[in-house]
Structures are given as C-alpha cells and as structure tokens.
C-alpha cells in the first residue's frame, strides 16, 4: 500500500498531535483488504481480542437509555446470522497481526517512529452501527475500506469531560459536533489525542481500518521505571555520612542529609543508557505476550546458513515489535519482543536492517559474521523472523 500524494512534514508540522484532518483518498489503488465475513471469522477464534456491540439489543441499565449490548470474543458464529437485526458493529483488535495485507496498511505511516505504533484495529458495522461519541488518549488514523460513514467530531476533551458509565469507550454524556464529513472507500481521517469523534455506518458492510499509536503516560514510565531499577538494587546500597558533625537540634533533618538523600535516588533514576535498555524492552515487549510465536522445532545454525546461502528471504513476524537505540559509544541495542541484543560491527547493520524492513535477503557479509547469524538464529527461534511470509 503506497501514498500517491500526501506530504509528510507538512502533516507532522500543521497536523500531528494539533488538529484531525481529512485526507481523501491518497492511495495509488486502494483495495479493501479484508471482507466482512473474513473478520467475522476472526473474531470467532480463540485468543483474538473482539467485541460486538448491538445498538438495541440490551436493557440500558447504566447507560441511560442507549440500550447496548457488548460481547467479547470468542464469538459464536450464531451471533453473526442476526447481524444487522439493530444497528451492530463488530470490532477486531490487531488484525495486523494475522492479515499481512492489513499489515501492509501501516507501511505508509512510517514517517512516525515505529516504537510508537500500536496495532490495526478493524470495525465492521451494519447501518446505523458506531460505538458513540467518545474520545482516545492517542492518535489514529481512520481508513475507510469499504462502504461509507458519516463522521462527527467536537471540542477538545480531558479527564474533567463528563461520561457516559461505560466500562468499553470514553463516552461522552453531552457531545456536540463542531464538523462532520462522510468518508468513502479509501478515505483518511486523522484524530489526534484528546478529540472526540463519533461514527456512524451509512448502509450495510461499512469497514473501518483504524491505525492507532501509542503514548505512554507519565505514570507509567515512572511506575514501571520504578519497578526495574528496585530489581536491580543491592541491600547495601544505604545512605552513609561519614563526615556527620554534631548540630544544634538533634530533631532536624538538615538540608545537607535531604541533598544526599535525593541525590541518591535521582543518580538511578537519571542514568541514560539504563533507562533506554529498560525503555526499549519494555516498549518492545508484544501486545499479546502470552501468544507463543516460536516454531515447533528450533532451526540449527547449519540449517539457518543452508537456507540463506540460497537467498531465501527474511521475514519480519507482524506480531513482533523490533526498535533500536544508538549508544554513545556508537553500538547499537537492538529491541525485539521485549529481548535487548548488544550489536556492533555487520550485526549492528543487520540490526538496522530489521528495523527498516519487513523483508529482506541477507548478503554475504551477514552470512559470514558469527555475531550476525547468532543474532539471527536467536530471533528465529524465539519467532520473531521466519524464512517464509507470514500467514
């Protein structure tokens, strides 16, 4: 999936993070890369995050008279024979993950930095459908794959926006428009953090490709921050004062022992290089850790040598994360599935060439450094690369 004309500083400077913006139809030939029925079925396996919500179709209790019904997966397929019986819409998580081709949608949006990507979350409703007006803590672009849906959106939100009791979306009690567009197939609209938008289907079969990004809270990175560097203290790690001298009021805490006291948790909490091994693993870690991606049968170095002698090509998994951080002494940390890999020399290209692409055939030079195809023979066997697509 390619841009045909779309000017990527020019959003980043006048859009990003600033003001949603509607961009019609941009691609070179879009295609719609799932059928509804092909997402129903997904939403009917085990350990695929979905939800169906019927508009009509429950009692209202605590939610002032909307009367919806949410569900999560996995579905029975019984469910779908109804679907379109009240206004529905079916929403699937990190299709990205088991469809390349809906994979292929976030190649185009590359021009923001991949660590910040989160997944491609698919809706399909039937006339009507939508899941109201609420709003998102992150960005996110909203494709319009098939079918047409009417979007609204209103003035910035914040924690102090009164909701609707709603354990699934943000619902806003007292939403106002302040624009309102229709999409068709192929069209973009960019939503960043914090504005509220509400859509709904117009006929049957409308599909919705929303590409979301992440944006850690400041509580997190403290908390989990936090939580690494106690793992890594000794017991014998206290405050000393040897040079202590006796003072006038032995009940004071003097300014001298709060210096050194600060000083002793603010030397942990501001050492770079720390932080950016833990930054990376923790951000690299997968969205659904508990999924065990590696193969049936570990992949021997001779085997792994044999097979890219032949130039068989190297492939990303779409479920894996892959980010890398340069040191300061210029080595690479390569961050893949929550796992840090220290790389220099052509395992630092290699590094930086998983990074940059999905696939890849490696050269002679990869295949000739012991360091490079042990980092590869690890990343095999732990699923994050394969010899063949992914499916």
């Not at 059928?35 to 695929?48: F, K, N, S, Y």
């Not at 469910?79 to 998580?93: A, D, I, N």
């Not at 032949?310 to 340069?326: E, I, T």
């Amino acid at each position: 999936m390619q841009f045909r004309d779309f000017d990527a500083e020019t959003f980043l400077r006048d859009y990003w993070q600033k003001k949603p913006l509607l961009i019609r139809n941009p691609w070179v030939n879009w295609q719609n890369p799932l059928q509804p029925d092909e997402l129903a079925g997904l939403a009917c396996e085990d350990g695929v995050e979905a939800r169906l919500l019927v508009q009509g179709g429950g009692t209202g209790d605590g939610d002032e008279g909307r009367g919806w019904n949410v569900e999560h997966g996995p579905l029975d397929e019984e469910k779908f024979s109804q679907f379109g019986t009240h206004p529905s819409t079916l929403l699937v998580q990190a299709v990205d993950h088991m469809v390349p081709d809906v994979a292929a949608l976030i190649a185009p949006f590359r021009f923001i930095p991949d660590w910040r990507i989160d997944d491609v979350m698919v809706s399909c409703a039937s006339d009507g459908g939508g899941v109201g007006a609420h709003f998102d803590q992150y960005d996110v672009f909203l494709i319009q794959g098939m079918g047409r849906r009417r979007w609204q959106i209103g003035a910035m939100c914040n924690s102090d926006t009164p909701l609707l009791p709603n354990d699934d979306f943000r619902l806003i009690k007292d939403f106002e428009p302040t624009e309102e567009w229709v999409l068709e197939a192929g069209d973009i609209l960019y939503i960043p953090p914090g504005i509220p938008h509400n859509g709904v289907a117009i006929g049957d079969d409308c599909m919705t490709y929303s590409v979301g990004f992440r944006a850690p809270s400041r509580y997190e990175l403290i908390d989990n921050f936090c939580d690494e560097v106690l793992d890594n203290l000794l017991d014998e790690d206290r405050y000393t004062d040897p040079d202590l001298q006796p003072q006038e009021n032995p009940g004071e805490i003097s300014g001298a022992a709060i210096s050194r006291l600060q000083a002793m948790v603010l030397e942990k909490m501001q050492d770079r290089e720390a932080f950016a091994r833990w930054f990376g693993e923790y951000n690299s870690t997968p969205k659904y850790p508990e999924i065990d991606w590696r193969p049936e049968e570990p992949i021997e170095m001779a085997d792994l040598r044999a097979c890219l002698g032949q130039s068989v090509p190297l492939c990303r998994n779409p479920a894996s994360r892959f980010a890398f951080y340069r040191q300061e002494n210029g080595a690479i940390l390569l961050f893949v599935d929550g796992e840090s890999f220290a790389c220099t020399d052509e395992a630092a290209k290699l590094a930086q060439l998983l990074c940059e692409n999905q696939q890849f055939i490696a050269d002679e030079a990869l295949q000739t450094c012991e360091a490079a195809m042990e980092l590869l023979l690890a990343l095999f066997n732990q699923g994050s690369v394969a010899l063949e697509l992914w499916e």
